[in-house]
C-alpha cells in the first residue's frame, strides 16, 4: 500500500515502511505521522508480524519536522502526535528495526532513535539542528537521552554536532553500521524471529517501565515547542530560511 510519503509493504513475518517523500527529505508532516501510526496499527493487529522495518527511498533518512506554515490542528498532530509515535515504536509490542542511508536531522534522528535496533550505512550522518532556527528538540529527547546519556543528548542538541555513522555507533545512537545494511537488517530479523512475539513483547514494556518516558515531560515538551515556534524572532528566522531554500 503507497499514501503520500509512506510506502507500507508486508513481508513474510515483518512489515516494511518506507518513507518515500523525496521532495520533502520525507519530512515528518501530521499527515505522515498518521500514516505511520495507521501502520503500526496493523503490524500490531497481525499476530504473525514480528518487526516493523522503517526505511527511506532516497538520499535522505528524514530531514525532521515540516515546521512552516502549522495550524493549531496541525500543530497538535505533529507534536502530540509525534510524541506518541516515538513512544509506541519504543514501548509497543512489534520490535522495530531502522534502517538509515544519507542523512537524517532533528526529528528524522528522534524517530531512528526510538526504534529497537538501528541500522546504518557507512555515510550516514546525524545531526539534532532544532538551535540553528531557534527550535528546540524537546520532544524527542528523551528517545535521544536514552541512547547517549543526559549529558551528551545536551551537547549534542548545544551544539548540534554532526556525528557520522562511526561515531554514532560509538556513543549508541547506531547500534549497527555496515557496508549492506539489507544483510545487516536481515541479519537482525532472523535472530528476532528466535523469539516468540510475546516474550519481545513483554521484554519491551520491562525496558520501558525501566526507563520511562513521562508523559507530564510530553506535554511540557508540547508547550515549549509551541511557545518556540510562536515566538517572532523565531518565525522570521524560519521564514528566511525557507526563502533561502534551507528549511
Not at 502526535?81 to 509497543?92: A, E, F, I, Y
Amino acid at each position: 500500500m503507497t499514501s503520500d510519503g509512506l510506502r507500507v509493504v508486508p513481508k513474510p513475518g515483518h512489515l516494511v515502511l518506507e518513507l518515500n517523500d523525496v521532495e520533502s527529505r520525507n519530512a515528518l508532516t501530521p499527515a505522515l505521522i498518521a500514516q505511520l501510526h495507521a501502520a503500526l496499527d496493523q503490524a500490531e493487529a497481525d499476530p504473525g508480524c514480528r518487526a516493523v522495518v522503517l526505511l527511506s527511498d532516497g538520499p535522505v533518512f528524514s530531514a525532521g519536522a515540516h515546521i512552516t506554515e502549522l495550524g493549531e490542528a496541525e500543530f497538535k498532530g505533529l507534536t502530540t502526535g509525534l510524541w506518541h509515535l516515538l513512544t509506541r515504536m519504543s514501548s509497543g509490542p512489534v520490535p522495530t528495526v531502522a534502517v538509515m542511508q544519507g542523512w537524517a536531522s532533528g526529528g528524522g534522528v528522534g524517530l531512528a532513535a526510538a526504534c529497537d535496533v538501528v541500522i546504518a550505512s557507512p555515510e550516514v550522518t546525524l545531526q539534532l539542528t532544532e538551535v540553528f532556527f531557534g527550535m528546540l528538540p524537546t520532544i524527542i529527547m528523551p528517545w535521544i537521552a536514552r541512547r547517549v546519556g543526559e549529558h551528551r543528548s545536551l551537547r549534542l542538541a548545544m551544539l548540534a554536532d554532526q556525528l557520522t555513522a562511526a561515531e554514532s555507533e560509538r556513543i549508541g545512537l547506531v547500534d549497527i553500521v555496515s557496508d549492506d545494511p539489507r544483510a545487516a537488517m536481515r541479519k537482525v530479523l532472523l535472530s528476532l524471529r528466535r523469539s516468540d512475539r510475546d516474550t519481545l513483547a513483554d521484554l519491551k514494556q520491562a525496558h520501558q517501565a525501566l526507563f520511562p518516558a513521562d508523559n507530564q515531560y510530553g506535554l511540557m515538551a508540547e508547550r515549549v515547542f509551541g511557545a518556540r515556534l510562536n515566538d517572532p524572532k523565531v518565525s522570521q528566522r524560519i521564514k528566511a530560511l525557507v526563502t533561502e531554500g534551507l528549511l
